[in-house]
Protein backbone atom coordinates (compact mmCIF):
# COMPACT_ATOMS: atom_id res chain seq x y z
CA UNK A 1 0.00 0.00 0.00
CA UNK A 2 0.96 3.34 -1.24
CA UNK A 3 -0.53 6.63 -0.62
CA UNK A 4 -1.96 9.42 1.30
CA UNK A 5 -4.95 9.85 3.53
CA UNK A 6 -6.53 13.20 4.36
CA UNK A 7 -7.55 12.59 7.87
CA UNK A 8 -9.09 15.07 10.19
CA UNK A 9 -7.49 15.06 13.59
CA UNK A 10 -9.58 15.45 16.47
CA UNK A 11 -9.24 17.25 19.88
CA UNK A 12 -7.38 14.86 22.64
CA UNK A 13 -4.87 12.69 19.57
CA UNK A 14 -1.19 13.58 19.25
CA UNK A 15 -0.41 13.60 14.99
CA UNK A 16 1.87 10.32 16.71
CA UNK A 17 -1.28 8.36 17.66
CA UNK A 18 -2.75 9.11 14.29
CA UNK A 19 0.23 7.55 12.67
CA UNK A 20 0.20 5.07 14.91
CA UNK A 21 -3.36 4.08 14.28
CA UNK A 22 -3.16 4.22 10.23
CA UNK A 23 0.15 1.86 10.79
CA UNK A 24 -1.86 -0.60 12.31
CA UNK A 25 -5.26 -0.53 10.29
CA UNK A 26 -3.17 -0.66 6.98
CA UNK A 27 -0.17 -3.12 8.06
CA UNK A 28 1.88 -0.95 6.45
CA UNK A 29 5.66 0.04 8.26
CA UNK A 30 6.82 3.62 6.73
CA UNK A 31 3.39 6.07 7.76
CA UNK A 32 4.23 9.65 8.07
CA UNK A 33 2.71 12.78 8.40
CA UNK A 34 3.53 16.35 6.73
CA UNK A 35 3.33 18.15 9.54
CA UNK A 36 2.46 17.95 13.99
CA UNK A 37 -0.69 19.23 15.37
CA UNK A 38 -0.91 20.19 18.71
CA UNK A 39 -2.92 17.84 20.76
CA UNK A 40 -6.05 20.18 21.44
CA UNK A 41 -5.95 21.27 17.92
CA UNK A 42 -7.81 20.07 15.00
CA UNK A 43 -8.35 19.56 11.74
CA UNK A 44 -6.01 18.93 8.59
CA UNK A 45 -3.31 15.70 9.34
CA UNK A 46 -1.78 14.31 5.99
CA UNK A 47 -0.12 11.19 6.59
CA UNK A 48 1.68 9.35 4.33
CA UNK A 49 2.91 5.41 3.10
CA UNK A 50 4.81 3.72 1.85
CA UNK A 51 6.51 5.62 -1.21
CA UNK A 52 4.79 8.40 -0.13
CA UNK A 53 6.52 9.15 2.75
CA UNK A 54 10.05 9.91 0.17
CA UNK A 55 8.31 12.53 -0.73
CA UNK A 56 7.10 14.05 2.43
CA UNK A 57 10.28 16.91 2.47
CA UNK A 58 8.56 18.58 -0.57
CA UNK A 59 4.37 18.15 1.05
CA UNK A 60 6.15 20.16 4.04
CA UNK A 61 6.56 23.33 1.83
CA UNK A 62 3.38 23.45 0.93
CA UNK A 63 0.97 26.47 2.28
CA UNK A 64 -1.35 26.18 5.21
CA UNK A 65 -4.12 27.26 6.42
CA UNK A 66 -5.79 27.53 9.79
CA UNK A 67 -8.64 28.83 11.99
CA UNK A 68 -7.98 30.28 15.23
CA UNK A 69 -9.45 31.38 18.02
CA UNK A 70 -7.68 34.11 20.27
CA UNK A 71 -8.74 34.91 23.65
CA UNK A 72 -7.75 38.35 24.64
CA UNK A 73 -6.77 39.60 28.32
CA UNK A 74 -4.71 36.59 29.08
CA UNK A 75 -1.24 35.44 27.92
CA UNK A 76 0.07 32.27 29.46
CA UNK A 77 2.98 30.24 29.67
CA UNK A 78 2.72 28.06 26.57
CA UNK A 79 0.64 30.60 24.68
CA UNK A 80 -2.42 28.56 24.43
CA UNK A 81 -4.83 27.39 26.50
CA UNK A 82 -3.24 24.62 27.83
CA UNK A 83 -0.71 26.71 29.92
CA UNK A 84 -0.33 28.74 33.04
CA UNK A 85 -1.90 32.28 32.85
CA UNK A 86 1.28 34.93 33.15
CA UNK A 87 -0.57 37.89 33.14
CA UNK A 88 -4.02 39.32 32.76
CA UNK A 89 -5.57 42.35 31.80
CA UNK A 90 -8.80 43.65 30.76
CA UNK A 91 -9.47 44.02 26.98
CA UNK A 92 -13.00 45.64 26.83
CA UNK A 93 -11.72 48.57 25.48
CA UNK A 94 -10.10 47.12 22.28
CA UNK A 95 -12.43 47.43 19.21
CA UNK A 96 -12.94 45.56 16.04
CA UNK A 97 -10.95 48.01 14.12
CA UNK A 98 -7.94 47.84 16.23
CA UNK A 99 -7.87 44.04 15.92
CA UNK A 100 -8.17 44.38 11.83
CA UNK A 101 -5.37 47.36 12.32
CA UNK A 102 -2.94 45.00 14.32
CA UNK A 103 -3.56 42.30 12.11
CA UNK A 104 -2.20 44.41 9.00
CA UNK A 105 1.42 44.27 10.98
CA UNK A 106 1.66 40.33 10.57
CA UNK A 107 0.66 40.25 6.84
CA UNK A 108 3.49 39.32 4.50
CA UNK A 109 7.28 38.12 5.64
CA UNK A 110 7.82 38.53 9.16
CA UNK A 111 9.88 37.59 11.63
CA UNK A 112 8.62 34.99 14.70
CA UNK A 113 9.84 33.73 17.72
CA UNK A 114 9.37 30.06 18.69
CA UNK A 115 7.85 29.36 21.62
CA UNK A 116 9.75 27.38 24.05
CA UNK A 117 7.07 25.31 24.39
CA UNK A 118 7.31 23.81 21.22
CA UNK A 119 9.84 20.45 19.58
CA UNK A 120 12.69 22.42 18.21
CA UNK A 121 15.86 21.48 19.77
CA UNK A 122 18.38 23.40 21.67
CA UNK A 123 21.66 21.11 22.55
CA UNK A 124 19.87 18.24 21.50
CA UNK A 125 16.84 18.60 23.80
CA UNK A 126 13.56 19.62 22.92
CA UNK A 127 13.01 23.55 23.91
CA UNK A 128 9.81 21.87 25.37
CA UNK A 129 11.91 19.73 28.21
CA UNK A 130 13.88 23.16 28.24
CA UNK A 131 10.54 25.07 29.44
CA UNK A 132 9.33 22.72 31.87
CA UNK A 133 12.80 22.53 33.71
CA UNK A 134 12.20 25.94 33.77
CA UNK A 135 15.41 27.22 31.71
CA UNK A 136 14.69 29.98 29.33
CA UNK A 137 16.21 29.81 26.06
CA UNK A 138 17.38 32.27 23.79
CA UNK A 139 15.74 31.43 20.64
CA UNK A 140 16.69 33.27 17.03
CA UNK A 141 13.88 34.85 15.16
CA UNK A 142 12.93 32.69 11.78
CA UNK A 143 11.63 34.55 9.03
CA UNK A 144 7.76 32.96 7.70
CA UNK A 145 5.29 34.49 5.79
CA UNK A 146 1.61 35.13 6.33
CA UNK A 147 0.04 34.76 3.04
CA UNK A 148 -3.18 35.92 4.45
CA UNK A 149 -4.76 37.10 7.72
CA UNK A 150 -8.43 37.40 8.11
CA UNK A 151 -10.71 38.63 11.21
CA UNK A 152 -13.87 36.50 10.56
CA UNK A 153 -15.36 37.29 14.15
CA UNK A 154 -15.10 39.36 16.73
CA UNK A 155 -17.08 38.64 20.44
CA UNK A 156 -14.49 39.81 23.64
CA UNK A 157 -12.63 38.47 24.78
CA UNK A 158 -12.58 36.00 21.83
CA UNK A 159 -11.78 37.02 18.27
CA UNK A 160 -11.57 34.34 15.24
CA UNK A 161 -9.06 34.80 12.70
CA UNK A 162 -8.26 33.00 9.33
CA UNK A 163 -4.52 32.10 8.69
CA UNK A 164 -2.99 31.07 5.10
CA UNK A 165 0.56 30.88 6.13
CA UNK A 166 4.25 29.16 4.92
CA UNK A 167 5.77 26.53 7.11
CA UNK A 168 7.56 27.17 10.39
CA UNK A 169 4.58 29.16 11.48
CA UNK A 170 3.89 28.92 14.69
CA UNK A 171 -0.33 29.99 15.41
CA UNK A 172 0.09 30.17 19.25
CA UNK A 173 3.07 32.77 18.55
CA UNK A 174 1.37 34.85 16.16
CA UNK A 175 -1.66 34.76 19.11
CA UNK A 176 0.60 36.37 21.75
CA UNK A 177 2.12 38.84 19.08
CA UNK A 178 -1.11 40.08 18.69
CA UNK A 179 -1.85 40.51 22.02
CA UNK A 180 1.55 41.92 22.60
CA UNK A 181 0.50 44.63 19.47
CA UNK A 182 -2.82 45.13 21.35
CA UNK A 183 -1.03 46.06 24.55
CA UNK A 184 -3.79 43.21 26.09
CA UNK A 185 -2.45 39.84 26.07
CA UNK A 186 -3.41 36.97 24.27
CA UNK A 187 -3.38 33.22 23.93
CA UNK A 188 -4.35 30.45 21.14
CA UNK A 189 -8.08 29.62 23.02
CA UNK A 190 -8.71 26.77 20.19
CA UNK A 191 -6.91 25.99 16.52
CA UNK A 192 -7.91 24.07 13.33
CA UNK A 193 -6.16 23.25 10.20
CA UNK A 194 -8.17 24.26 7.10
CA UNK A 195 -5.67 23.24 4.46
CA UNK A 196 -2.20 21.44 3.73
CA UNK A 197 -1.44 22.14 -0.01
CA UNK A 198 -4.47 20.74 -2.11
CA UNK A 199 -5.70 18.74 1.14
CA UNK A 200 -8.39 20.58 2.98
CA UNK A 201 -10.96 19.89 5.56
CA UNK A 202 -14.16 19.27 3.68
CA UNK A 203 -12.78 16.48 2.17
CA UNK A 204 -10.85 14.73 5.42
CA UNK A 205 -11.96 12.17 6.79
CA UNK A 206 -12.26 11.33 10.39
CA UNK A 207 -10.52 8.20 12.45
CA UNK A 208 -14.35 6.36 12.74
CA UNK A 209 -15.07 6.70 9.02
CA UNK A 210 -11.36 5.26 8.05
CA UNK A 211 -11.75 2.86 10.63
CA UNK A 212 -15.05 1.76 9.01
CA UNK A 213 -13.07 2.05 5.83
CA UNK A 214 -10.27 -0.59 6.67
CA UNK A 215 -12.89 -3.41 7.88
CA UNK A 216 -15.05 -2.77 5.12
CA UNK A 217 -12.54 -3.22 2.75
CA UNK A 218 -12.98 0.22 1.01
CA UNK A 219 -10.34 2.19 2.11
CA UNK A 220 -8.93 2.33 -1.54
CA UNK A 221 -11.39 5.62 -1.92
CA UNK A 222 -10.16 7.44 1.04
CA UNK A 223 -6.26 6.81 -0.67
CA UNK A 224 -4.70 9.40 -2.53
CA UNK A 225 -1.67 8.92 -4.98
CA UNK A 226 1.85 9.19 -4.03
CA UNK A 227 2.08 12.37 -5.92
CA UNK A 228 -1.59 14.31 -5.26
CA UNK A 229 0.14 17.18 -3.51
CA UNK A 230 2.91 17.76 -6.13
CA UNK A 231 0.28 18.05 -8.81
CA UNK A 232 1.18 21.79 -9.28
CA UNK A 233 4.66 21.14 -10.48
CA UNK A 234 5.63 20.25 -13.92
CA UNK A 235 5.63 16.41 -14.89
CA UNK A 236 7.41 14.73 -17.64
CA UNK A 237 7.24 11.55 -19.31
CA UNK A 238 10.43 9.50 -19.74
CA UNK A 239 11.21 7.61 -22.52
CA UNK A 240 12.26 4.06 -21.45
CA UNK A 241 15.67 4.58 -21.85
CA UNK A 242 15.72 7.90 -19.78
CA UNK A 243 13.89 6.03 -16.95
CA UNK A 244 16.85 3.88 -16.92
CA UNK A 245 19.58 6.47 -16.69
CA UNK A 246 17.45 8.04 -13.95
CA UNK A 247 17.18 5.01 -12.17
CA UNK A 248 20.69 4.76 -11.70
CA UNK A 249 21.11 8.62 -10.83
CA UNK A 250 22.30 9.91 -13.96
CA UNK A 251 21.08 13.13 -15.52
CA UNK A 252 19.08 14.58 -18.56
CA UNK A 253 20.49 16.76 -20.89
CA UNK A 254 17.11 19.51 -20.62
CA UNK A 255 17.06 19.37 -24.19
CA UNK A 256 15.93 16.15 -24.14
CA UNK A 257 12.87 16.83 -22.12
CA UNK A 258 9.72 18.56 -23.13
CA UNK A 259 8.04 20.19 -20.67
CA UNK A 260 5.08 22.53 -21.26
CA UNK A 261 6.22 26.08 -19.11
CA UNK A 262 9.60 27.62 -18.92
CA UNK A 263 11.76 26.41 -15.67
CA UNK A 264 13.53 28.67 -13.47
CA UNK A 265 16.95 27.29 -11.60
CA UNK A 266 16.58 24.66 -8.79
CA UNK A 267 13.08 24.00 -10.49
CA UNK A 268 11.22 20.87 -9.21
CA UNK A 269 9.71 18.48 -11.40
CA UNK A 270 7.72 15.23 -11.45
CA UNK A 271 9.35 12.51 -13.92
CA UNK A 272 6.67 9.19 -14.77
CA UNK A 273 7.44 6.38 -16.89
CA UNK A 274 5.72 5.35 -20.03
CA UNK A 275 3.27 3.19 -18.04
CA UNK A 276 2.40 6.36 -16.39
CA UNK A 277 4.17 5.57 -13.21
CA UNK A 278 6.33 8.19 -10.99
CA UNK A 279 9.84 7.52 -11.26
CA UNK A 280 11.77 10.59 -9.23
CA UNK A 281 11.70 14.32 -8.69
CA UNK A 282 14.28 16.16 -11.02
CA UNK A 283 15.87 19.35 -10.10
CA UNK A 284 17.00 21.83 -13.24
CA UNK A 285 20.58 23.25 -12.96
CA UNK A 286 20.75 25.81 -15.52
CA UNK A 287 24.51 26.29 -15.54
CA UNK A 288 24.93 22.97 -16.94
CA UNK A 289 21.38 22.74 -18.50
CA UNK A 290 20.64 19.35 -17.12
CA UNK A 291 18.16 17.59 -14.93
CA UNK A 292 19.30 16.37 -11.85
CA UNK A 293 17.64 13.02 -10.26
CA UNK A 294 17.15 14.18 -6.33
CA UNK A 295 14.85 11.62 -5.49
CA UNK A 296 14.36 8.22 -7.27
CA UNK A 297 11.93 5.88 -6.24
CA UNK A 298 12.63 2.02 -6.50
CA UNK A 299 11.72 -0.17 -8.41
CA UNK A 300 10.05 -2.18 -5.45
CA UNK A 301 8.15 1.13 -4.56
CA UNK A 302 6.88 1.75 -8.32
CA UNK A 303 5.57 -1.92 -7.79
CA UNK A 304 3.49 -1.02 -5.09
CA UNK A 305 2.18 2.38 -6.62
CA UNK A 306 0.87 0.33 -9.50
Known amino acids: MSGIF ?4 PSGWTSFQVVSLVRRLSGVRRVGHTGTLDPAATGVLVVCLGQATRLVQYMM ?3 KAYRA ?5 IATDTLDATGTPVSETDPSSVSRRQVEEALTAFTGEIEQVPPMFSALKHDGQ ?3 RHARAQREVERQPRRVTIHRLQLLAFQLPLVTIEVECSKGT ?4 LADDLGQELGCGAHLAALTRLRVGPFTLEEACSLPELEAAFQEDRWQG ?3 PADAALLSWPAVTLSEAQEKAVRFGQYL ?4 LELEQAVENDQLCRAYSPRGQLVAILRYDDAVLVWRPTKVLTSA ?4 EA
Open 69 to 73: EVHLG
Open 126 to 128: PLY
Open 170 to 173: YIRA
Open 301 to 304: ERAQ
Open 222 to 224: LLH
Open 6 to 9: NIDK
Open 61 to 63: EAT
Open 253 to 256: DAGS
